[in-house]
């Protein structure tokens, strides 16, 4: 035998086998393992676009309550500034909460745009009933989607909507008693209202 045919001989034994074949069963068993631990989505897509819409919600009073806390900034009355502030912070936090739900359960999160608010500033008395409308609103739309999430038998749903609907009859009696003290007060001694905050919250 000549030494180029055994050579061609040697290098067609150590020619590499084809691995793609099992190269494709190891790729296909990867993705049935990944499609195995892939965590299922806890919220339905209807009610997830209805937390959706309730971020925009609570973004859109956070700007509201930021202009009525300014408005009252540029009239000098600090404390009903401060309030409002916090106010705003308040729904800034709510929306991050509704955010922070949405990723949990892997629903899809879709924040909304955001439009301008409207707010009626005439007065002080204006302000405040604006607000107190504004935190009514707020309750029926809470209400709504727990409606919403006990038609769903969603129970973590429902779970996590309870600390809001406490928390709006909290700030609907808040914001009532506000208005009562700032219309007892009048626009013309708005430094009673100030006095009166500076005692529910001498901090």
């Known amino acids: 035998m000549k030494s180029n045919d055994l050579s061609t001989d040697v290098k067609a ?65 600090p404390l009903l500034a401060k309030l409002f502030f916090a106010q705003a912070e308040e729904e800034r936090q709510h ?13 899809e999160l879709q924040i909304p745009t955001i439009t301008s608010p409207a707010i009626p500033l005439g007065s002080a008395q204006d302000a405040v009933a604006a607000a107190l409308t504004w935190e009514r609103e707020v309750t029926a739309q809470i209400t709504g989607l727990m409606d919403h999430a006990v038609n769903e ?7 996590f909507l309870q600390w809001f609907v406490d928390e709006q009859l909290e700030e609907i009696n808040k914001m009532g008693r506000l208005l009562s003290v700032v219309r007892r007060a009048g626009e013309n001694n708005l430094l009673m209202v100030e006095a009166y905050l500076r005692q529910v919250d001498p901090a």
């Open 153 to 159: 038998n969603d129970y973590l749903a429902q779970s």
């Open 13 to 77: 034994i150590r020619k590499e086998p084809d691995l793609s074949a099992n190269n494709k069963l190891v790729s296909d068993r990867d993705s049935e393992l990944l499609s195995a631990i892939e965590e299922p989505t806890l919220i339905s897509r209807d009610l997830a676009k209805a937390f959706n819409a309730q971020i925009g919600h609570e973004l859109g009073a956070n700007l509201q309550y930021i202009g009525i806390a300014a408005y009252f900034q540029q009239r000098h009355l």
């Open 95 to 107: 929306a991050l909460k509704f955010v922070n739900y949405i990723l949990d359960v892997k629903g």
